[in-house]
Structures are given as structure tokens and as C-alpha cells.
């Protein structure tokens, strides 16, 4: 898992076997097994929660959203044909 950013353990990234065809845009916020999945386009949404807290979830949305330009160019960056 490409790792865009750490955040007081967290992990920030996403796969590069991202389906076929290729999901839209999104992150994975990982701490040992846990695991949510938020799409970044058009707006943040949570995909899926897999072991977090509801609080835990509401900051993590917080910190997507502010980081949000820097997933979405790390994905672009990951994903270009060229």
C-alpha cells in the first residue's frame, strides 16, 4: 500500500490494485487491523469502517478533508500513464 502520509500512527494510502476498472479516487486510513475507506470525489464520504471508533471516524474525515488536495495528487501522481 502506497503510503501518502502518517498521522499519530495512521497510515494514508491506497492500493495499487485498485480494481478492474479502477475505483475512483479514495484513501485507506490503516492502524494495525483496523481499516475505513473514504471516497475523495465528489465530496468525502465514508465507504466502509472496519474496526474504528464513530470518533475515531469523525476526526479521520476531519483530517481527510484537509489533505484531501494532497491524496487526490498522490493518486493522480500513483495512477498517470505516462
Known amino acids: 500500500m502506497?503510503?501518502?502520509f502518517r498521522h499519530r500512527g495512521f497510515r494514508f494510502g491506497f492500493y495499487s490494485n485498485e480494481g478492474n476498472p479502477?475505483?475512483?479516487p479514495h484513501v485507506h486510513v490503516k492502524l494495525?487491523?483496523?481499516d475505513a475507506k473514504f471516497w475523495l470525489l465528489p465530496e468525502i464520504e465514508l465507504a466502509y469502517n472496519r474496526g474504528h471508533s464513530a470518533r475515531l471516524v469523525r476526526e479521520l474525515t476531519d483530517?481527510?478533508?484537509r489533505r484531501r488536495q494532497t491524496l487526490?495528487?498522490?493518486?493522480d501522481e500513483h495512477f498517470s500513464e505516462g
Open 22 to 24: 479502477r475505483e475512483p
Open 2 to 4: 502506497p503510503v501518502v
Open 32 to 34: 494495525g487491523e483496523a
Open 72 to 75: 487526490l495528487e498522490a493518486w
Open 63 to 65: 483530517i481527510v478533508a
